[in-house]
């Protein structure tokens, strides 16, 4: 008995060594992608672009280089991984997805759908789900991927930490990770948005080492607008206030700064916001979902071009009000946008409908893209100015009281 124990470890262990490489890959044999692009091309099927790092310029420090850190490896075929393996053709590595972290579609990809493309990713074991998603805006998805960028040699990391921090600190983007999109657009009573991307400048220049040695670039990229989808279809794009309004609503703004106009006379005030929070509150009227959305921010003020001080009570009280007005049309502005121009519940008014009164949601599920642009939506905002900064009254005022007469 012992001995045919014994026997069973060794097999054991003979199997667990025989096994534990059998699906190495050398990393001299890999190229590491950090970003790809989806593009149409006919009736051939999808273009993928790959950029791919180029290891020897990565680890260069000479900076005498004349090749770029990047390259685009692409591809066309029916499917998404058909192409993938079909770059191997003019490419000597591998592609690597692991570390891919942004993912750009053409506008023409998303207004027919990105569902299988996702999906199809998703379901491969060597994507992460943790990358960004972005629409091109005016190009081909592919010219993305071809700007050089100066303040990061790899330009898909300047995409991914731009997007990121513009997200926490820039009201009108967002950083949408591809499993939260398909999670939006699996589920009822919510619809995804997307922050989209252009380039501004000379494409073509932009694709040149040339591009970095300039002090104002010839080609730069630049996160601008939302698209806003039902389940996975591209309808439209939101502009800059109207994306504010929407990150506003759905609880998404860290931080952020904007102006306003004086109390009285003159002049306009800087404003950071410190923190929000905000709140969506359904309810039956007369047997038909309403809509409550509640905002509270905190701000400091940073400078202001005044004629009058902003230290009393008073004049805060003054500011607080001109500022819940502005956030109030922000958001209507929003709502309007979702509601009769784009047609889609973005904000996920139809989803805590559904957690208040499930029995109710049953009968609205089928039809809510066409019950929600009549939906009652009714906005309140509680804005509090907490601190004026370190100085009473402004230095354009004070070198006003300086001035002879």
Not at 342 to 352: H, Y
Request: aromatic residues 6%; charged residues 25%.
């Amino acid at each position: 008995m012992r001995l045919r124990v014994l026997h069973i470890v060794i097999a054991g262990l003979i199997l667990l060594s025989a096994t534990g490489c059998w699906d190495r890959k050398e990393l001299n044999e890999l190229g590491i992608v950090l970003a790809m692009a989806v593009d149409k091309d006919g009736d051939k099927g999808y273009k993928v672009s790959c950029q791919v790092v180029v290891p020897s310029e990565v680890a260069s420090n000479s900076g005498k280089s004349t090749t770029t850190t990047v390259t685009l490896v692409q591809a066309t075929a029916t499917t998404i991984h058909e192409a993938l393996y079909k770059m191997t053709l003019s490419s000597p590595r591998l592609s690597y997805m692991s570390h891919v972290r942004l993912l750009v579609f053409s506008e023409e990809v998303a207004r027919e759908g990105i569902a299988d493309t996702l999906e199809a990713l998703i379901r491969d074991p060597n994507f992460r789900p943790d990358y960004y998603i972005t629409i091109a805006r005016g190009s081909p998805a592919e010219d993305i991927l071809t700007i050089l960028t100066p303040l990061e040699s790899i330009p898909a990391n300047s995409l991914f930490y731009s997007l990121k921090n513009s997200s926490d600190s820039w009201a009108p983007t967002i950083a949408a990770y591809a499993d939260d999109t398909v999670e939006k657009m699996v589920s009822s009573g919510v619809e995804p948005v997307l922050t989209g991307v252009r380039i501004l400048g000379d494409r073509v220049a932009g694709g040149s080492k040339d591009n970095l040695t300039h002090i104002k670039p010839e080609a730069r990229l630049m996160f601008t607008g939302m698209a806003v989808l039902i389940r996975d279809r591209l309808i439209g794009w939101m502009d800059e206030d109207e994306s504010k309004g929407y990150n506003y609503i759905a609880g998404n703004v860290k931080e952020t700064t904007g102006h306003m106009n004086c109390p009285e006379g003159e002049g306009v005030v800087s404003l950071v916001l410190l923190r929000s929070t905000s709140k969506i509150i359904p309810r039956l009227v007369n047997g038909k979902p309403a809509f409550d959305v509640k905002l509270q921010v905190v701000q400091t003020i940073y400078g202001d071009s005044c004629e009058t001080s902003l230290s009393s009570d008073y004049a805060i009280r003054q500011l607080q009000k001109i500022s819940e007005r502005k956030l109030i049309k922000i958001m209507e502005d929003s709502v309007n946008a979702a509601q009769h121009r784009l047609r889609s519940d973005i904000f996920g008014f139809g989803r805590e409908f559904y957690r208040k009164y499930p029995l109710h949601w049953k009968t609205l599920a089928m039809n809510w893209n066409e019950t929600f642009p009549s939906v009652k939506v009714n906005i309140e905002v509680e804005a509090q100015i907490r601190r004026i900064g370190t100085l009473d009254d402004s230095i354009i005022k004070q070198m006003k009281e300086e001035m002879p007469e």
